[in-house]
């Protein structure tokens, strides 16, 4: 071992920390739960008992034709939106377009959970939007149910799509629509022909995204599923059920989830490798600016989207300054439920901040050695564990979690009920974004920078910090924003993992929300609002701002 | 310090590639030494092996006295300017030139004077506080060239670093250079697939193909006495031809026949001259009787300026080129006349068809 470090020095020994984090924080949880879904649920014998009762029963089984209907849902209603957006905002000039894609991507950071509350405050059974239609003799639907997961995906995930076309869209030739027009293609025709080829790698990639994230998203069937569950609400109720037994059936959904989004990267993988395209932009496209109707209806559109998208956010802001009493909101506003908040559970604000920014500290600490490691020294054992260390990706949160406490809830480990185990939970899950960033902004800094620092009798690591550490700092920033985020915002693993003392700021949301007490959630997702709103702010104006965040 | 470089029998392989097959090299103290090859020959594989960029599977690499292989990158002492500049986007001009210096714990006191020195050298002056992306490409690359010098390297290595710069920056920047490299005697390794610019700046050159070493020789030895196809045609323009076909059609003089090289049969044979060794005269006019004439026609009369160049196709379908220079225009021959191309016999250049090594000519 010694040895080993000798011969390959420090980098080397990066590489090694990479698969030792591996190992113990994802490798190990996984194994654990794909060892417990061998053990049958009833009868404790090994094999594979558990997955026959899952596809033979219904109960079960229904679930991951839910999760199918309600992901496929949420991807499709992404695209409409996102595409069209996308198309308008880089093609024509829509007034207020930054603000429009600042909007978008503000939504696409504030967890689903919360647009799936705020809906409730809107189209619940006593919405307030429902009531208003109520009041005039219309019966609205609620938002329980699936149609209602789906919509609050179409919503919360479009920015995907939008964003990832639109960087597309940004670097398609002009040469090539121009020749396909001077060649005789209608714009319809050419749309489809020249335009939609090309930019439809990104439309999947966003999709993928947009679909995972669906798949694995635990808290907005929790909140407005209703009845209709899916694999990740079914994987929790089932783990709280089998508490005083080994937690078979939420070991067995979980893999089945692993599997299925597995499949989904694979492929999207697949059908990307088999269209790719390197542009070598030389013309930028033209911003056409519309005329008459078709103007109006652009903007229309395009504002239409963007505000749907942000209305929940205004919805929750608007009533957290909204006088209650008791789980009832009155007429009046003011700052009660703010104090409620900070002074009732400011346990769950300290909470959140601690383990997010220690969790922050470590990714971007790790992130960035391991970016440097897997981008610049490309050996066999670095693109393994450059793949490796993809795999939360396909991670459900809650399979994580139940992972978690299924590994670290026994010796030698003992941490369940620990703040370590929260951070470790955050470290790992948003460790890619990190690790991703920093191979990103790497791709962008010229290899022969640091052979320069070299060959002038800088040691390795001398023109690391020297040269491409300084120059990473955009890319560093855009990660570490990222990463804290989302960990700031996790629900799904933390949900699992939490006891009385570590509770965060999503939890106490979620269980306001379950409870029905609209005033205190709505003050604590403000204040989680705020912060998302802060770092996005950072992010605009210390990062990697020329690459896009998704 | 100048020192020798001596390159002994280095291979090295890449996944599927013989990048360099046992190379042998010896560059001279103070020499202007030029690797030239088509991408993909190896020459920037051996620029980064000497650098320390890579290890070599084979052989050693002589600094001086000293055997480096084992010797990290960074403590080679070997300057190397890069073909994107590398120049650091974050420092300033005087801190990219003070970086080699710091590395190596050189007194404060003794970094201002050297770097001033290194940039005056290379006419920078005045720019110590400017950041490279107000730099053009060529000024950028004078802080590559500084910043390389300024440690006194033994040895500094050039990686095509005027691939980047337009034409005319390009022709002014060689002889730059070379002038620095001369100033300061330091022994130099340069990488181009830019055969001019081989030409120009190297004392000597070593064209390379495919991993191997085709030829090592002065700039006239190369262009004057390449000693096989690949580098005949490489270096400079050569017309290429079957002696078979030119014997069948190409309408070729009987001179031509008493200096076909003896001991290979004729159709492994191709004879090939430079378009600027010939010369032009219309059919009936007389030709010389000690040259090697090709009769055919002039499909096309290309006037550059400085000289005119004639493509002619010879009888059957061999097509040829000659490059003259004119000055009267009443010299100027017209396209589709009948007409026959003159190559005096000494210009003349012999090759195996198959292994392409040079053939010597009879008589």
New interface residues.
């Given amino acids: 071992m010694i040895n080993w470090l000798r011969r390959n020095g420090f980098w080397g020994g990066v590489t090694l920390m990479g698969y030792v984090i591996f190992a113990i924080l994802i490798f190990l949880p996984i194994y654990s739960i794909i060892r417990e879904s061998f053990f049958d649920a009833r009868s404790g014998d090994f094999g594979l008992g558990n997955y026959v009762t899952f596809f033979t029963t219904p109960y079960y089984f229904r679930t991951l034709f839910n999760s199918a209907v309600v992901s496929l849902g949420g991807t499709i209603g992404a695209v409409i939106l996102g595409v069209p957006l996308a198309f308008f905002t880089t093609r024509y000039r829509i007034r207020g377009s930054a603000v429009l894609s600042t909007l978008a991507t503000l939504a696409l950071l504030t967890p689903p959970f919360l647009g799936a509350y705020a809906w409730i405050v809107m189209l619940g059974r006593n919405g307030f939007v429902r009531q208003m239609f109520l009041n005039i003799g219309i019966e609205l639907p609620t938002i329980f149910g699936p149609l209602g997961i789906i919509i609050v995906f179409t919503l919360q995930f479009y920015p995907f799509v939008y964003l990832l076309t639109a960087g597309g869209l940004k670097t398609v030739d002009r040469s090539l629509e121009e020749a396909a027009e001077n060649l005789g293609a209608r714009p319809f025709r050419k749309f489809m022909k020249v335009t939609m080829p090309l930019v439809l790698p990104s439309i999947t990639s966003g999709a993928l995204l947009a679909f995972m994230l669906a798949l694995s998203n635990f808290g907005t069937p929790m909140i407005i599923g209703g009845g209709f569950r899916v694999l990740p609400t079914m994987a929790y109720a089932m783990y709280t059920s089998e508490v005083a037994t080994r937690p078979a059936m939420a070991s067995t959904i979980s893999i089945i989830m692993v599997f299925v989004a597995a499949m989904a990267i694979f492929l999207q993988r697949y059908a990307a490798n088999r269209r790719k395209y390197t542009s070598m932009l030389l013309n930028r496209p033209v911003v056409l600016r519309l005329k008459g109707v078709k103007n109006y209806v652009a903007h229309l559109v395009s504002y239409l989207i963007v505000a749907l998208s942000t209305l929940p956010m205004v919805v929750v802001v608007v009533f957290a300054f909204r006088n209650t009493s008791g789980p009832v909101f009155i007429p009046g506003f003011g700052l009660d439920s703010f104090r409620r908040v900070i002074l009732g559970v400011p346990q769950a604000i300290t909470n959140s901040l601690v383990y997010s920014l220690t969790a922050l500290v470590l990714i971007v600490g790790v992130g960035t050695l391991l970016g440097f490691v897997l981008s610049r020294r490309r050996t066999k054992a670095n693109l393994v564990l450059d793949a490796l260390l993809m795999s939360p990706y396909i991670i459900p949160g809650t399979v994580l979690g139940i992972g978690f406490i299924v590994t670290f809830n026994r010796a030698p480990f003992f941490l369940y009920g620990t703040a370590a185990i929260m951070i470790l939970a955050y470290f790992i899950r948003r460790l890619p974004y990190s690790v991703r960033s920093a191979i990103s902004i790497l791709q962008q800094i ?1 290899p ?2 640091e ?10 690591a ?2 690391f910090v ?2 491409a550490l ?2 990473m700092i955009p890319g560093i920033i855009s990660g570490a924003v990222l990463s804290w985020v989302t960990a700031i915002n996790e629900l799904s693993t933390s949900i699992l993992l939490y006891v009385g003392g570590t509770i965060t700021m999503p939890i106490r949301i979620f269980l306001s929300v379950m409870d029905g007490h609209f005033g205190p959630g709505s003050a604590m997702a403000t204040i989680l609002l705020a912060a998302t709103g802060l770092a996005l702010l950072i992010l605009n104006v210390f990062g990697d701002s020329k690459r896009n965040i998704v | 310090m100048a020192k020798r470089i001596l390159i002994d029998g280095v291979r090295k392989t890449f996944p599927g590639v013989v990048a360099l097959d046992n190379v042998d090299i010896e560059v001279k103290e103070g020499e202007f030494f030029t690797l030239l090859g088509p991408s993909g020959c190896g020459k920037t594989t051996l620029l980064r092996t000497i650098a320390g960029f890579y290890q070599q599977d084979a052989g050693h690499i002589h600094v001086g006295d000293a055997i480096i292989d084992k010797v990290p990158a960074h403590q080679r002492d070997i300057g190397m300017v890069f073909q994107n500049y590398a120049v650091f986007p974050h420092m300033t001009v005087a801190e990219n030139v003070a970086f080699g210096l710091k590395n190596r714990k050189v007194p404060n006191a003794e970094i201002g004077p050297r770097v001033a020195k290194a940039l005056a050298t290379v006419q920078l002056t005045g720019y110590e506080e400017r950041t490279p992306d107000k730099l053009s490409g060529g000024q950028q690359q004078r802080v590559g060239l500084a910043r390389a010098m300024v440690i006194e390297p033994r040895l500094l290595l050039l990686d095509e670093p005027l691939s980047n710069l337009d034409a005319k920056l390009r022709i002014q920047m060689r002889e730059d250079i070379l002038d620095i490299q001369r100033q300061l005697g330091i022994t130099a390794v340069y990488v181009t697939h830019d055969q001019e610019e081989a030409l120009v700046i190297s004392d000597r050159i070593a064209v390379m193909n495919f991993g191997k070493l085709q030829q090592i020789g002065t700039p006239w030895e190369i262009y004057r006495d390449p000693v096989n196809q690949f580098v005949a045609t490489f270096v400079g323009n050569m017309n290429v031809l079957s002696a078979a076909e030119t014997f069948a059609a190409a309408g070729a003089s009987e001179e031509l026949r008493r200096l076909m090289p003896a001991g290979v049969p004729e159709e492994q044979i191709t004879v090939a001259y430079r378009p600027e060794d010939a010369h032009i005269v219309l059919s009936g006019e007389t030709t010389p009787r000690d040259a090697v004439s090709f009769a055919g026609r002039i499909d096309k009369t290309l006037f550059l300026g400085s000289s005119v160049v004639y493509r002619m196709h010879l009888r059957g379908d061999v097509s040829t080129t000659v490059n003259e220079y004119v000055s009267e225009k009443a010299h100027l021959r017209p396209e589709q006349s009948d007409a026959v191309a003159i190559v005096p016999r000494d210009k003349l250049l012999f090759f195996h068809k198959e292994d392409g090594r040079r053939l010597k000519a009879e008589g």
């Fill in positions: 010229d022969a920078l052979e320069a620092g070299i060959s002038l009798g800088a040691p390795p001398r023109a020297k040269v300084p120059l």
